[in-house]
Each structure stands twice: as structure tokens, then as C-alpha cells.
């Protein structure tokens, strides 16, 4: 049982206790605060704001006489849980957030700095130099006609191999295109190197990946704001970025490229 779950059972006790008109003296009111401060001091430890806070809550009352009435008493205990309720469904609430973090993180696949997804188009003499200029830096190009099928869709295949820290997308001038208010073709991207870097951007995060584009070729704006480097001069800049990006990148090794 998780201590959300355990502290959660303790918190709902507190509405069937108020109900009962108990004292402070009542047995089930001593079991329930002994399972209260035995959760509170393994949770939190003994030197604990939320330990010595309830330590010091009033479940009973500071003053009285031979002659204070019994509903006195229910009441100063009635208070004292009612005050307790607010402050552990604050800490209910933080360990409810605890727990759903971690298992986000749990769920999370580690991503691999080994590795570099190659998102391209059909000009392979620049897809096999990028993933040639990786391998010298021990990276693994991922480039996925290179990946099995397994019986797998296209972006089944993408998804199975994304758990990378960045991917380069090679915007080469591959297709034409252009818009109803212009009469000139202007080059393209293929649609599918548009998709996938898209798919990158998503999942990755825009600094986390790295655009090659030709000369001339007609960029997508949601794409103008993000800094990439032109495929004529650009082995430097790239192991640049990925050495940004937290990749181990030796320098030293291009000059055997």
C-alpha cells in the first residue's frame, strides 16, 4: 500500500470520528491518533513541521473544571479534528501529486545519447554523410529504412525508434511547390521530412533538434523562428549543436572524416 493510500484511510477516519461525539479520551479516538502519529513520524521524521504541528494540535480542553459539561469536551475534540482534516488533506493532496509524478517519470523512456534520429528526404549521398560523421563521434545514426518492419506502419517505426536526445532533419530540395498567390514553383521539402520533424519537435522539444536545408528551399514558417544550418557548410555546426545538446563530441576526428 502506497502512503497515499495509507495516510488517505487515516484522513477519512476523521468525519466518523466527529460524527461519534467523541472525547479525547474515547479509545478509538487514542488508536486513531496513535496510527496519525506513527504515519506523521515515519513520513516526515520527528524534527517534521508536519509531526510537531500535530503534536501540538488541542484535541481536548486546555481549561476546565469538576463541573464542564461532557459536550464541552466533544467539542474541543470535534474542533481539533476538524483542524487536522484541513492541514492532512493538504498533505494528501502533495503526495497525491508525488505519486503522480513519479510514475510519469517511471513511465517515461529514458532517452539514449547514444543515438541520433535522421529524418530525410531523397538525398541519400547527404543522409550517409551525417550518418557517417556520427559514427565517428560512437553516435548511432537512426535512419529508418534502416530499421526492421516487424509488421510495424511508418510511424509505428518512428515511434519505436524515438526515444533518442535529438534528431537532425534534412530539408533538402527534393519536391516543388508553391502558394495560390505566387506563380513560380519554389523547392521543397519532401512532406514527409516536414512531418516527422514536426513529430520531433513535439516529442523533443525545438532545441533538441538540428535542421540541415538546402539552398533556396522553401522553409515552413512555423519553422523561420528555428536555427539551422545550410547543407554546403555544416559538419562543424552540427557536432556544434549535438556537443550543445550533450552528446560526447570529439573534434579531433573530422579531420579523418
Known amino acids: 500500500m502506497s502512503d497515499y493510500e495509507t495516510f488517505a484511510r487515516i484522513v477519512n477516519e476523521i468525519p466518523t ?4 461525539n467523541i472525547t ?16 506523521l513520524l515515519t513520513k516526515y521524521g520527528e524534527d517534521s513541521l508536519e509531526y510537531s504541528s500535530f503534536l501540538e494540535t ?27 482534516r484541513v492541514v492532512f488533506k493538504t498533505y494528501l493532496d502533495e503526495m497525491a501529486e508525488e505519486e503522480e509524478n513519479q510514475t510519469k517519470v517511471a513511465a517515461t523512456p529514458l532517452l539514449d545519447y547514444k543515438s541520433v534520429f535522421i529524418v530525410h528526404g531523397h538525398d541519400g549521398e547527404l543522409k550517409q554523410s551525417v550518418a557517417r560523421i556520427l559514427e565517428k563521434q560512437d553516435i548511432d545514426p537512426i535512419i529508418l529504412s534502416e530499421q526492421t ?28 511547390g508553391r502558394s495560390k498567390s505566387v506563380e ?4 521543397r521539402a519532401r512532406q514527409n521530412v516536414v512531418l516527422e520533424t514536426g ?4 516529442k523533443l522539444g525545438r532545441e533538441r533538434i538540428i535542421i540541415l536545408v538546402d539552398n533556396g528551399v522553401e522553409l515552413p514558417s512555423d519553422l523561420s523562428g528555428v536555427v539551422y544550418t545550410n547543407t554546403t557548410d555544416w559538419q562543424f555546426a552540427l557536432l556544434s549543436e549535438l556537443a550543445d545538446k550533450g552528446y560526447e563530441i570529439d573534434f579531433k576526428k573530422m579531420v579523418k572524416l
Open 17 to 20: 470520528l466527529i460524527e461519534a
Open 24 to 39: 479525547a479520551s474515547d479509545p478509538y479516538f487514542q488508536a486513531w491518533k496513535i496510527k496519525a502519529k506513527r504515519f
Open 58 to 84: 488541542d484535541f481536548s480542553l486546555c481549561v476546565f473544571t469538576g463541573n464542564t459539561p461532557h459536550s464541552e469536551f466533544v467539542g474541543a475534540c470535534q474542533n481539533g479534528l476538524e483542524t487536522t
Open 149 to 176: 518492419n516487424q509488421g510495424r506502419t511508418i510511424i509505428e517505426k518512428i515511434e519505436a525508434n524515438s526515444n533518442v536526445c535529438c534528431a537532425i532533419c534534412l530539408l533538402t530540395a527534393d519536391d516543388f
Open 184 to 187: 513560380s514553383d519554389a523547392p
Open 199 to 202: 513529430y520531433f519537435w513535439g
